[in-house]
Each structure stands twice: as structure tokens, then as C-alpha cells.
């Protein structure tokens, strides 16, 4: 068998096959540049919604600050007039029971009429 001989490379040849590498590393470099720019885009979004998630959650801790003053605003409503409903409440009864006395007083007095006529009449 015979061996072969080593094909001789030229400057040329070297030259070329820079030619290439270098191609390829600005190839390379293109597509490194284009992923930056995906991820700066890709950044930007999501700084964005984190600034929209920030402000979403305070506006839903606003709502919730506000429906708990509303909802204690509405519980010390009910404790009033729960506390006024006592107040009339007793209001009626002394009345109920002034009405009862006045009328049992004219009731005697009624009755002390009736008699003194029934007397008269005699």
C-alpha cells in the first residue's frame, strides 16, 4: 500500500479558510446579537408586568382597605340602630305604662262618677 501524500495547503488555502471561519463568527455574532435583543425586549416586558402586578396588588389592597371600613362602617350603623330600637323600645313601654295608669285612673274616676249618680238618682 501506498501512502499517500499529504495535500500541501496553500496561503490561498488558509486564506479561505479564514475567510470562512470569519463568516461564520459574524454569522455567530449576528445571532448573539439578535438573542440580546430578544432578551432586552423579553426584560422590558417583564418589567412591565411586574409594574402592573405592583399596582394591581395595591389597588386590590386599596379595595380591601376600603370594604373593611365599609363593612365596619355598616356594623356600627346596625349597632346604632340596634341601640335606638332599645332606647324607643323603653320609650314605649313608659308610655305604655303612663297610658295604663291614666286610664285606670279614669277608670276610678268613671266609676266614682257612676256611683255618686247612682246615689243622686236615688
Not at 371600613?69 to 305604662?97: C, P, Q
Amino acid at each position: 500500500m501506498q501512502k499517500k501524500k499529504p495535500k500541501r495547503i496553500t496561503l490561498k488555502d488558509l486564506a479561505d479558510g479564514i475567510v470562512g471561519i470569519n463568516q461564520k463568527l459574524m454569522a455567530m455574532d449576528q445571532r448573539i446579537t439578535a438573542m440580546d435583543q430578544s432578551i432586552d425586549s423579553l426584560n422590558q416586558r417583564l418589567s412591565i408586568l411586574e409594574a402592573s402586578q405592583r399596582r394591581t396588588g395595591v389597588l386590590l389592597e386599596d379595595i380591601e382597605v376600603k370594604l373593611k371600613l365599609t363593612l365596619d362602617g355598616y356594623k356600627a350603623f346596625d349597632k346604632k340602630i340596634e341601640e335606638m330600637e332599645a332606647r324607643m323600645e323603653e320609650g314605649f313601654s313608659e308610655n305604655r305604662y303612663m297610658f295604663d295608669v291614666v286610664f285606670k285612673k279614669l277608670d276610678d274616676i268613671d266609676a266614682t262618677l257612676a256611683q255618686k249618680m247612682d246615689k243622686a238618682a236615688v
